[in-house]
């Protein structure tokens, strides 16, 4: 499980194994008793190794095709998340297809 403290702002990477897909990549980050809605989901960034975030996205979560990015915390930041357990959701639209996927928790301390 990764953990963050509640003060920080920073870049969560989310490892994945596959090809990119075509369209949107999302996260929703929810209690883990809950599953997401529509409105749950944030915008998030496709990380290949193109992209000025891979290292770090491969110093944090080695062995992956691509990478998952989204900013997490309180400082000038949409995703805001109080002291607690998480359930993180990936969501990735492709032409034909729309795979939802579960990476893991995350806590904040």
Same mark, same amino acid.
Request: aromatic share 12%; proline share 7%; glycine share 8%.
């Given at each position: 499980m990764l953990r963050?403290?509640r003060?920080?702002?920073e870049y $969560?990477?989310w490892?994945?194994?596959?090809d990119?897909?075509?369209g949107?990549?999302? $996260?929703?980050?929810l209690?883990?008793d809950?599953?997401p809605s529509e409105?749950d989901?944030?915008?998030a960034?496709?990380? %290949?190794?193109?992209h000025? @975030?891979?290292?770090?996205?491969?110093?944090? %979560?080695p062995d992956?095709d691509?990478y998952t990015?989204? @900013?997490?915390?309180?400082w000038? %930041?949409?995703?805001v @998340?109080?002291q607690g357990?998480?359930?993180?959701?990936?969501?990735?639209t492709?032409?034909?297809?729309?795979?939802v996927r579960?990476?893991g928790?995350l806590?904040?301390?």
């Amino acid at each position: 499980m990764l953990r963050l403290d509640r003060e920080t702002t920073e870049y $969560v990477f989310w490892g994945v194994t596959g090809d990119v897909p075509e369209g949107d990549v999302q $996260v929703a980050i929810l209690p883990p008793d809950q599953r997401p809605s529509e409105g749950d989901y944030f915008t998030a960034q496709k990380v %290949n190794s193109n992209h000025n @975030l891979w290292g770090a996205a491969q110093k944090a %979560n080695p062995d992956f095709d691509w990478y998952t990015a989204r @900013l997490v915390g309180p400082w000038n %930041n949409d995703v805001v @998340l109080t002291q607690g357990v998480y359930q993180v959701w990936l969501r990735f639209t492709d032409l034909t297809e729309r795979p939802v996927r579960r990476p893991g928790g995350l806590e904040i301390l």
